[in-house]
């Protein structure tokens, strides 16, 4: 069946530092790919996506490129801040009849002044 | 706009219980679905609905049982809670494949 894997945390990186979060994905057809990022105590939002393969998402500075040769859709930002502390979680959706949203563990990322 | 709406925030049941968490959402979304969030596990699907009507089983669906008789509603009910339940639950919905689900702020249930 369809599953993500995401690398497993907590990172902790200082401010400023180069993020990468790596996640793939095993999935039949051409699922669509997906970031949500959920900050403490809060929901899940939307952080980015990409719906086909060499697709780039971004939004508030990171980006992630759905990758089909290596089912991969690693999260990347240049310069993190200690705002963007929180859990983030790759998910896919596989389409069809039914359209689920499976995700992956999350990962716990703490940004350090 | 209301967005996704889950009642009530908060609740502690004692084992053997029932109760049913709300979800309401006002984005004319076909797709709405139930997650439970564990450390360490993230979010696992519970039960999942296509539209008014029609629902099917996610990961975990034992000992819980959900309807769709609007395309606004998916009430998720606990029949006899027990203290693995105790979790985060989460409601989500969405439009199309391409878009992403739309998520409620969770109710955090303990089951004592």
């Known amino acids: 069946g369809n599953s993500v894997t995401q690398m497993e945390g907590p990172v902790t990186l200082s401010e400023e530092a180069f993020l990468t979060i790596n996640c793939t994905y095993t999935?039949?057809?051409?699922?669509?790919l997906f970031w949500y990022v959920q900050y403490p105590g809060e929901g899940l939002q939307l952080l980015l996506k990409?719906?086909?393969?060499?697709d780039k998402g971004s939004n508030k500075g990171f980006e992630a490129t759905y990758r089909k040769e290596t089912t991969s859709f690693h999260l990347e930002k240049g310069s993190v801040q200690v705002s963007d502390s929180a859990v983030y979680f790759c998910?896919?959706?596989?389409?069809?009849?039914?359209?689920?949203?499976?995700f992956g563990t999350g990962t716990l990322l703490a940004v350090q002044p | 706009n209301a967005g996704v709406t889950q009642t009530p925030k908060f609740q502690v049941l004692k084992t053997g219980q029932s109760m049913t968490l709300q979800c309401a959402q006002d984005?004319?979304?076909?797709?709405m679905s139930w997650y439970r969030q564990d450390p360490g596990m993230g979010l696992r699907l519970i039960h999942y609905?296509?539209?008014?009507?029609?629902?099917d089983q996610g990961e975990v669906p034992n000992g819980y049982n959900v309807s769709r008789s609007t395309t606004e509603d998916f009430p998720l009910r606990l029949l006899s809670a027990a203290p693995s339940q105790t979790s985060v639950y989460f409601c989500?919905?969405?439009?199309?494949?391409?878009?992403?689900?739309?998520f409620g702020s969770g109710t955090r249930l303990t089951v004592v």
């Open positions: 989500a919905s969405s439009t199309g494949t391409d878009y992403g689900y739309t």
């Open positions: 990409a719906t086909k393969a060499d």
């Open positions: 984005m004319n979304h076909e797709y």
């Open positions: 999935a039949t057809g051409y699922p669509s």
């Open positions: 998910a896919l959706r596989s389409g069809g009849a039914t359209n689920k949203l499976i």
């Open positions: 609905s296509v539209g008014a009507g029609i629902t």
